[in-house]
């Protein structure tokens, strides 16, 4: 994307929704979902930046669900005082039919949370790969 994501960061998993497209080549995403245009393997990553006031233990986490339901997980927890971190979940061959709705989702513990408002430090890929 070219521009930051926006979404709630809060201690429950809430979608995220990134910023200008930079290709989409079936106009498949919108409003923070893809919805799969064609059935096949799916190779899928997204990373966010989470600011907020950490302390050791407190963590950020960006995660893939599918239809609703939470498949895949990437967290990072602070080692102590901190200012950002960056969750980042990368799965290869993930298995999509047609009309499967995925959206990324992100959780902060922290105190504070936001994205960071770089627009070059988040970003949600999604490329077909190769067939069901």
Do not use: C, M
Not at 41 to 48: E, V
């Amino acid at each position: 994307t070219g521009a930051p994501p926006t979404g709630t960061l809060t201690n429950s998993y809430n979608t995220t929704t990134f910023g200008t497209k930079i290709k989409d080549s079936h106009g498949a995403y919108s409003a923070g979902s893809y919805t799969v245009p064609v059935s096949g393997q799916y190779d899928i990553t997204a990373r966010t930046r989470q600011n907020a006031t950490y302390a050791l233990g407190k963590f950020g986490i960006s995660a893939i669900f599918v239809d609703g339901v939470q498949k895949y997980t990437g967290a990072v927890e602070a080692g102590g005082a901190n200012t950002a971190l960056y969750p980042e979940v990368n799965v290869r061959s993930v298995p999509l039919l047609a009309g499967q709705v995925v959206t990324i989702r992100s959780y902060n513990d922290a105190t504070t949370p936001t994205f960071s408002s770089n627009a070059d430090q988040s970003y949600f890929s999604i490329v077909k790969t190769g067939n069901y």
